[in-house]
């Protein structure tokens, strides 16, 4: 759907974005992660047209951002950060006036706009003027302007900026519906919105892809080590340690509690490898009785600061 390649943008002596390289497929929910400066909006604005690279090419289907801008311009729906509104205008009026600048057919623009009330939540609003709405009515009146045209692709920057955690959740849900249709590449650098939201997640940082992947993988990869708690029933430490360091990966094993009779303990495992099942065969040739096991992860706040920390 979308390929982006060696995407490069220079302002003066500045470099935003540094040869950056990735593909969007068709019905994918993408986040595009990264501190404040490291690149990700002028990364969407090159990708809208707003902006033009310093070097590098953009191909959206069979488009290119170089010779076919305004047919890629009208396959895209954008919400910047700050949604541009008029602030005087009654909802209603306002989104009828954005259909008719898109050309919206006058048969279709009253279904077209009594969905988009619906899709955004925004049906209560509708007879009120913007400048009375919260900032969360406000970023859905934006996304009704941005879906007015029915694009195939949205991008959204920052689109909970600012917002309370209930209206993060409303917005969220939101994108995860329209994701079922369109294509939505979205920024932000809040990280448990991203893990909700996004199928995959590319990370930036200092204008340079530190990361692209699922959010799964992302986790699995961060670390060559990963804790699998386990509890087991009428079980010695010695005998575990014994039976269960014969398994390949387990590096250490840390008894954690010793609660009626039940042995709660940590296993550190040196490979990324699922070794959960080895570890249940092994519990089978005892009399142990397993009561609970669970592999930890890498958060994704821990892998982010990772990856985008100064040193």
């Known amino acids: 759907m979308i390929h982006v390649e060696s995407l490069t943008k220079y302002y003066n002596d500045l470099c935003a974005v540094d040869q950056i390289s990735f593909d969007i497929s068709k019905g994918e929910i993408m986040g595009l992660l990264g501190p404040n400066g490291a690149g990700k909006t002028t990364t969407l604005q090159i990708l809208t047209g707003f902006l033009r690279p310093t070097s590098g090419s953009i191909r959206v289907k069979d488009y290119s951002i170089d010779e076919d801008s305004l047919q890629i311009k009208k396959l895209l729906g954008y919400l910047p950060e700050s949604a541009p509104l008029y602030h005087d205008m009654l909802v209603y009026d306002y989104l009828n006036y954005v259909a008719n600048i898109r050309r919206i057919d006058s048969s279709k623009k009253i279904s077209r706009i009594r969905h988009l009330a619906d899709l955004c939540s925004i049906r209560e609003v509708m007879h009120k003027t913007i400048n009375e709405l919260s900032k969360g009515f406000k970023q859905r009146v934006g996304l009704a302007h941005a879906m007015m045209d029915d694009p195939e692709i949205l991008v959204l920057d920052e689109p909970t900026s600012g917002l309370d955690p209930n209206q993060i959740i ?53 670390s060559g080590n990963n804790l699998i708690s386990i509890s087991l029933q009428n079980a010695k430490l010695e005998s575990v340690k014994q039976q269960l360091t014969s398994i390949s990966g387990i590096s250490d094993i840390l008894q954690v509690s010793d609660d009626n009779g039940i042995l709660n303990l940590e296993l550190t495992c040196m490979s990324a490898a699922d070794i959960r099942g080895d570890i249940y065969k092994k519990v089978r040739q005892t009399d142990w009785i397993l009561l609970e096991m669970h592999q930890e992860t890498q958060t994704l706040e821990n892998i982010f600061r990772e990856l985008t920390r100064e040193n």
């Open 170 to 222: 409303e917005i969220r849900d939101i994108i995860k519906q329209i994701g079922k249709e369109k294509t939505v590449i979205l920024s932000t650098h809040i990280l448990s919105e991203a893990e909700a939201t996004c199928d995959r997640i590319v990370i930036i940082n200092k204008g340079k892809i530190v990361a692209n992947d699922s959010t799964q993988a992302l986790k699995q990869s961060a």
